[in-house]
């Protein structure tokens, strides 16, 4: 649907030609054919409101650009000081593909650099976290208070024998405790991993066994749109026969909003608060490695078995400490808020650690962009004077869904940038967005792409730049992207193939925890290059558009969901002989999932048997998993060495023709 002028906001107008369109060797699905048809003939563009342009931090990104191709070394060089090393680096990057490393010989802290340096200067006594719960709980943290509790709960772990290197599991929603926690184990150079608190058993099982997590800190409920849902039995079921774990740390937030403090039943639980002395609130930051872990984050893969990708302390937190400035444009009197979760990379980048190693001021809030009210965004952005929103394009459509009068309820004079990532930004929700969420300020949206491997972004529309519905923008700083057809050969503008890489970024990451040869597929299936597992397509400007994966992974509401994830936990249903899943474009997620199951000889089609699929794929992986429909077949459509055909059941599904199975290769 091409966006009608309705949608369009003033400011947008349209440009002269467009690319051709290449035949490319890949096989491009119909729905990216039709996207990179479309986009050649959507010539909209939004110019950057002149005030952000002005004001932007890159103010002349070309320079900046050609400074980072010409000599990338002195280009990242000149970012790292805006670190605080404990030890210089005598080297900025070793590329020997696929290994990279960066800032070589440095040692610096994490925790030290988001906390320490900012309670050693003028900004001691500035709000560091403004936290809203779903249930209307608040929390303010300066800096002072961060410091404080932070230090006190490393030294609570450090006391229960938490040392460098050991592995923490956070399974924590969206509360101040969760960062608290994150920032704890930088601080004793242990390496967190988050799992999102919405993950069912099976998936926190699978991530504890493979990280081998001495520890995991939990919290006992979250609610989810007003309900109370307990997380401590998923904990408990999880760590049940896995003795590697010593310590269960639950933040029990019941005893906050006046509940029975319930007893803990096994030994190796502790409160939070409980193991914390109040006086114990310095507690020495491990000087880490460049090079070492800061943290495990997993994400789907096409196997079923989570990927554990791992990032480290140096690269990682340049590279985030100068995109919170010279992308997010966050500056030292903006309130910034990230509607995501700390169990998702841009939680681990964009609301923990670039924004806090700024200093900025970083609003958070648990819960649902559409919960309690379809307005409550814009009652807290006005509330709290929000200047800066980082979301997702299934939030924007959702907005969009509620209609241009619930945001015009609220004074949004200050929201000057909306920053979207996480899945395809579509030109309606982009130009509906920029019409009725920042028509008032005069603001700008702009789209990013980048991913939990990549852990900021690659692509982008700076505040310099137009923006182009449809386009994410151009490769940022530092970044040399390319599109090439599946041998590797650059194909030309306007062509769709695979995106990749071609120079490593100090905030890639370096290995995938425990499968090194995992990591080595992202560089070898295009010989030297980063293939990102996305096909994207350039226009002759450069602005590239990034249109969906070349893979077998998913993409729901902006979270990568593996098709064998969901496949694997079917089989772990007692019903069912076999499974297969598939992606169906959806108006609101972007994606939704269908699976096709048939049942083991003998087992029961009772009316109930579907929502029981369901409900086994939610607790095993968790609600974002669940399948949205479930169809019973007998038989699934094989190929002649019996590999189940997933792109001719999705083929059936969109009306579109399946071709010969019987001549289809494997
Ligand atoms: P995750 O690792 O869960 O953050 O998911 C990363 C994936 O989300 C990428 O590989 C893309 O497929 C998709 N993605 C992220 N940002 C964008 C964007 N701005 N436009 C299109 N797709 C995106």
Redesign the pocket.
């Known amino acids: 649907m091409a966006p009608t002028s309705d949608d369009a906001p003033a400011s947008a107008h349209r440009k002269g030609s467009t690319a051709a369109t290449e035949p490319s060797m890949l096989e491009l699905s119909h729905v990216q054919q039709a996207a990179i048809a479309r986009l050649a003939h959507d010539d909209v563009v939004i110019p950057p409101p002149l005030q952000l342009a002005r004001e932007a931090v890159l103010r002349n990104d070309a320079v900046e650009r050609m400074h980072a191709q010409s000599d990338p070394e002195g280009f990242w060089a000149a970012k790292s000081q805006a670190v605080d090393w404990i030890e210089p680096w005598n080297q900025v990057v070793r590329f020997d593909p696929p290994e990279h490393e960066w800032f070589l010989g440095g040692k610096l802290n994490a925790c030290a650099n988001c906390v320490d340096r900012h309670v050693y200067s003028d900004r001691r006594n500035k709000a560091a976290i403004l936290w809203v719960g779903e249930d209307g709980e608040e929390q303010a943290y300066t800096y002072n208070r961060l410091y404080r509790e932070v230090n006190r709960f490393a030294n609570a772990m450090r006391r229960l024998g938490v040392r460098k290197g050991d592995r923490v599991v956070v399974y924590m929603p969206m509360v101040p405790e969760g960062i608290i926690t994150m920032l704890a184990c930088a601080r004793l150079g242990a390496i967190h991993c988050v799992v999102y608190a919405g993950m069912g058993t099976e998936a926190l099982r699978s991530r504890l066994v493979d990280a081998a997590a001495k520890v995991i800190v939990c919290s006992d409920f979250t609610f989810r749109r007003g309900k109370k849902m307990p997380l401590k039995p998923t904990v408990d079921e999880a760590v049940r026969d896995l003795t590697a774990v010593e310590h269960v740390i639950v933040h029990r937030r019941g005893s906050r909003v006046g509940d029975a403090p319930f007893q803990f039943d096994s030994e190796r639980e502790r409160d939070f608060y409980d193991i914390q002395h109040a006086r114990e609130i310095h507690c020495e930051p491990e000087a880490m490695d460049s090079e070492d872990p800061l943290f495990i984050l997993y994400?789907s893969g096409t196997t079923g078995k989570p990927k554990g990708i791992v990032h480290s302390t140096g690269g990682y937190l340049v590279g985030v400490t100068y995109l919170a400035r010279a992308f997010y444009q966050i500056g030292e009197r903006d309130i910034y808020w990230s509607t995501s979760d700390i169990g998702?990379?841009v939680g681990h980048s964009f609301i923990v650690y670039g924004p806090l190693s700024i200093g900025a001021t970083v609003f958070c809030r648990e819960g649902v962009p559409d919960h309690p009210t379809p307005d409550v965004t814009w009652e807290l952005c006005e509330r709290f004077g929000v200047n800066i929103l980082f979301t997702a394009p299934t939030a924007m459509r959702m907005w969009m869904s509620h209609g241009p009068e619930v945001p015009l309820r609220y004074d949004l004079s200050r929201l000057r940038l909306i920053a979207?990532?996480?899945?395809?930004?579509n030109p309606e929700a982009h130009l509906w967005s920029q019409k009725h969420l920042v028509g008032q300020s005069g603001g700008f949206v702009v789209?990013?792409?980048?991913?939990?491997?990549i852990a900021a972004p690659v692509l982008g529309t700076l505040p310099t730049f137009e923006a182009r519905p449809g386009k994410?923008g151009k490769p940022l700083p530092g970044v040399i992207a390319d599109i090439v057809n599946a041998h590797g050969e650059p194909l030309p503008d306007g062509a769709g193939g695979l995106l990749v890489l071609r120079r490593p970024l100090p905030y890639m990451m370096r290995t995938v925890w425990n499968d090194h040869a995992r990591y080595e597929a992202y560089w070898t299936q295009i010989p030297g290059c980063y293939a990102?597992?996305?096909i994207a397509v350039r226009d002759k400007d450069g602005w590239f558009a990034?249109l969906?994966?070349s893979d077998d992974v998913l993409?729901v509401a902006g979270?990568?969901i593996g098709t064998a994830d969901v496949e694997g936990s079917l089989l772990r249903h007692p019903s069912v002989a076999e499974s297969a899943v598939v992606g169906l474009p959806d108006a609101l997620k972007g994606e939704r999932i269908k699976a096709f199951v048939v049942l083991k000889p003998g087992a029961s089609t009772g009316p109930g048997l579907v929502a029981s699929l369901k409900d086994h794929v939610r607790q095993d992986l968790g609600p974002i998993a669940q399948p949205a429909e479930i169809e019973i077949r007998t038989a699934l459509p094989k190929t002649r060495s019996g590999k189940i055909v997933r792109r001719y059941l999705k083929a059936v599904e969109l009306g579109e023709d399946p071709g010969d199975l019987s001549t289809l290769a494997d």
């Open positions: 994400t998702w990379i979207c990532a996480g899945e395809p930004l789209d990013n792409w980048w991913q939990t491997e994410v990102a597992g996305d990034v969906g994966r993409n979270h990568r």
